[in-house]
């Protein structure tokens, strides 16, 4: 599926605000408090959605999510979202 970015959907316009909900390390769970953030979406009607990225630290350690798509199927990731309704 290709989508030229002139096209509305494939266009893109400034980053929203960045906002770091937390850091992990390999081996470990990590917990991610995503309500305030789902809540602003919700009040403001703007849902940029989430990305999940990593950073190269100043030890050139680089941190990543390993997707289905992830060549050892070992280290395959898990993300386990947990949601409640606003009622």
């Given at each position: ?6 096209m ?11 906002n ?11 917990r ?23 950073t ?11 997707t ?8 395959l ?5 947990y ?5």
């Amino acid at each position: 599926w290709w989508m030229p970015w002139t096209m509305p959907g494939g266009d893109y316009g400034p980053g929203g605000v960045p906002n770091h909900l937390g850091s992990g390390k390999v081996g470990t769970w990590l917990r991610l408090d995503v309500t305030a953030a789902v809540e602003d979406m919700l009040r403001s009607g703007e849902n940029q959605g989430f990305l999940i990225n990593s950073t190269v630290n100043a030890s050139g350690v680089h941190y990543g999510l390993a997707t289905k798509e992830y060549w050892d199927p070992s280290k395959l990731g898990y993300i386990r979202v947990y949601f409640r309704t606003a009622s």
